[in-house]
């Protein structure tokens, strides 16, 4: 009875309430992740290609072993705001991958990729990834970096209206992926478990991903831990958020619009009003033609 | 109120048509020449501003049904298509769903006037129960459109709410497995949800325009709280009204498009991103903003029925208003204490909707409980008792009289305008 255990939980949770807090504040709360400065941040905030490209080689080479990117077609990858490569470019990636299809004869086949094709996912089905995965199947990626975040807090969340600051996801995907550490001694890391210090709880499924000098870089970036936790982050920004540049630049144009248009029908109620502020013993409710009396 | 002018049609066809359908008239009549108080402030906007978001959300809702799959396997993925694969179709998603965030924004900067002008009272019932039911329609619409994206917060979301069903004694479970098409939140669910989805924004058009005939029968009121008596204190609607109502409309907008633009995400909920999965409970159940001070007085209640009691009773509280509010004094301009006690609810609202987006424990609960009670004792103690002992200051005889006594002397150069008020 799900139902019966979600009221439970939220209608008698006011009742163990005073209890709570001390189990909340554990010896091994999770730090708040520590924030980066990302290129696509801010009003005229931008994906840079470079660095769209060097995390999409990190995807291709280390994530997509486990994670899917079934939201993200192949021919995206050549559309404007993205990481730059030509429709031939996107193309040949395609052509790299094998899509399950069923030919004309009516077989199932596995044929090379087309632009307009998605990324297949590495396993067949959940299951089969959960059961190669320790129970678990891993999440897909495509909107990872909307569908994290942490706790801003009071005034925080509020001060994050004006600066415009929304890069949470971005913030613990990166930290998540530099936070592998030694459990502390303390610590009863259950088994399968990977001590991570910004992960919920500590204990996550995905073994430590990226390590210095793992994958190659063709642009002489440098083959850091810390340079591919950007980069790929940036690349999983762009996934989920393919029109963010568009966004942005349109959104400049409408708010300069608006700007003009609102100052402009200001001083027109101004003038409209200023016969009523002047002269109101004047005013008359209607022009007098229009009377019917 | 005299002479309501009429129309006078001037081209042959229009006397033609409007022997046959006067709707031109009507329109004039209504929205041009209607006789609207002359000191109306800018918190009178919201109310256009209003008809505006409903218009914008059953036009961006209307399109975004073309490319959007209402079925619990296809839902996420299609709402996934409609940002990368549908042209503009990032704009058109995050314009409604920011838009429904907005409309709420609106709402309640017109409730809060209401309150605080005393619109409620003699003879605005009806117009104020109207708005009630109004805002009770755009509160069960906001929560089924958030179902459909089918995400964690959709699904768990939609999961919480209904359940409140089952606190009906007897036959409750029976009624929550009739609203959810089975035994649990599925399929059937997010159909049925879609279509009411679809429904109930053309059942708030209907209501609005009762609304907006009620208001029309009894006039708005405005800053002063007192009727106008003569042409002196009143403007025609067009150009007066309608110009700084086009004013404001525009700046709203502004703060529309900073969401929608910049911020996109930020009125959501990162775990809506997360493909719906009934193994996996949120660790945060938590509403959208605007229901939040509900949520929090919901939980405040350490009892199942009673909490839902008390949620739907915080929202029908406000239709027995009218009554509630002894005060024959409209306005809160000339009732000092109950300007002081007006604020005080405004702070208590804020601070319930604060707390019902914190865990229900320790010091939240408590604080959930105090401000429950002070939400009730406004409309049940405050408010009736304080009509009675208040001494309120003197009205002044006409709209007018109040408009000049502001301090313009006539044939002086217009002031500079001021924050918040004007006329």
């Known amino acids: ?40 941040a801010g009003p005229l ?78 396993f067949a089905n959940e299951k089969a990834a959960a059961a190669a995965n320790g129970g678990v199947a891993p999440p897909d990626l495509s909107v990872m970096a909307k569908a994290r975040t942490y706790e801003r807090g009071f005034p925080w969340f509020l001060v994050d209206i004006f600066t415009q600051f929304q890069e949470q996801g971005p913030d613990y995907i990166s930290a998540l992926l530099k936070g592998y550490e030694d459990a502390p001694k303390d610590f009863q890391l259950p088994s399968g478990g990977n001590y991570n210090k910004y992960f ?13 000098g793992q994958v190659t870089y063709d642009d002489g970036s440098p083959a850091t831990l810390d340079q591919y936790s950007k980069d790929i982050t940036a690349f999983l920004m762009w996934t989920a958020e393919p029109h963010l540049m568009a966004r942005k630049r349109l959104g400049l144009q409408v708010m300069f619009f608006l700007l003009v248009l609102s100052g402009l029908l200001y001083f027109t109620k101004k003038k409209i009003w200023t016969q009523v502020k002047l002269h109101p013993e004047q005013l008359q409710a209607r022009p007098p033609t229009e009377y019917k009396h | 109120m005299s002479g309501h002018s009429t129309y006078q049609p001037q081209s042959a066809f229009m006397k033609w048509m409007e022997r046959r359908l006067p709707i031109a008239g009507l329109v004039y009549s209504s929205f041009i020449a209607y006789p609207t108080p002359r000191n109306l402030n800018y918190w009178w906007t919201f ?26 396997d296809m839902a996420f993925n299609s709402v996934e298509h409609i940002m990368r694969d549908v042209n503009y179709g990032w704009l058109l998603r995050y314009l409604h769903s920011n838009g429904a965030s907005m409309f709420f924004v609106a709402v309640y900067i017109h409730m809060f006037r209401g309150l605080y002008y005393g619109s409620y009272k003699e003879p605005r019932e009806v117009l104020w129960i109207l708005g009630v039911i109004l ?17 964690q917060m959709s699904f768990w979301g939609a999961t919480v709410i209904t359940n409140f069903f089952s606190a009906i004694p007897g036959v409750g479970e029976t009624v929550v497995t009739w609203l959810w098409g089975g035994f649990s939140v599925g ?73 929608v633009f910049y911020t996109p995400n930020y009125l959501g909920h990162a775990d809506n991103y997360i493909p719906a999965n009934p193994a996996v409970t949120p660790a945060h159940i938590v509403p959208e903003w605007y229901y939040l001070p509900f949520y929090a007085i919901l939980r405040a209640i350490p009892d199942k029925l009673f909490g839902v009691l008390a949620m739907v009773a ?68 405050i408010l009736p008792i ?7 200051k003197p009205l002044p005889n006409s709209i007018a009289d109040s408009v000049l006594s502001e301090g313009v002397p006539i044939g002086a150069p217009a002031p500079a305008p001021r924050a918040g008020a004007s006329a």
């Open chain 2, 135 to 151: 805002y009770l329609l755009m509160m069960a619409t906001g929560f089924l459109g958030y179902t459909l994206p089918w995400g």
């Open chain 1, 200 to 212: 919920a709880g500590h204990s996550i499924a995905m073994p430590k991903p990226l390590s210095d």
């Open chain 2, 47 to 72: 109310g256009g501003i209003l008809s505006f978001m409903l218009v914008a959300q059953i036009i961006t809702g209307v399109v975004l049904v073309m490319h959007y799959t209402p079925h619990a």
């Open chain 2, 187 to 259: 399929n059937p669910t997010l159909q049925r949800f879609f279509s009411l989805h679809y429904l109930l924004p053309f059942v708030i058009a209907g209501v609005v325009v009762l609304h907006v005939w009620a208001l029309h029968a009894v006039g708005q009121n405005n800053p002063a709280g007192i009727e106008p008596k003569t042409d002196k204190d009143v403007v025609a609607f067009t150009p007066y009204a309608t110009s700084k109502d086009a004013f404001m409309m525009v700046a709203f907008c502004m703060v529309y498009a900073w969401f």
């Open chain 1, 45 to 122: 905030g931008k994906y840079q290609p470079a660095q769209l490209q060097r995390g999409f080689k990190i995807y291709k080479e280390v994530c997509s072993s486990c994670h899917s990117l079934s939201q993200v077609s192949f021919r995206s990858l050549a559309d404007a705001g993205g990481p730059g490569y030509s429709p031939a470019q996107a193309a040949a990636v395609a052509a790299e991958y094998k899509i399950k299809d069923i030919s004309d004869a009516g077989e199932p086949i596995e044929r090379a990729g087309r632009p307009a094709d998605r990324f297949p996912a590495p």
């Open chain 2, 386 to 392: 304080l009509g009675k002992i208040e001494k309120t």
């Open chain 2, 314 to 381: 915080s929202i029908v509280v406000l239709a027995f208003l009218p009554w509630l509010d002894t005060s024959k004094v409209r306005s809160a301009r000339y009732r000092p204490l109950y300007r002081q006690f007006f604020w005080v609810f405004v702070a208590v609202c804020l601070g319930l909707g604060w707390l019902g987006a914190k865990p229900a424990e320790g010091g939240y609960v408590l604080a959930s409980r105090i401000l429950t009670f002070y939400y009730f004792a406004h409309f049940l103690i």
């Open chain 1, 1 to 40: 009875m799900i139902k019966r255990a979600i009221l439970a939980l939220v209608l008698t949770a006011p009742l163990g309430a005073f209890a709570a807090p001390a189990s909340a504040q554990d010896a091994h709360s999770t730090p708040v992740p520590p924030k980066q400065s990302w290129s696509f």
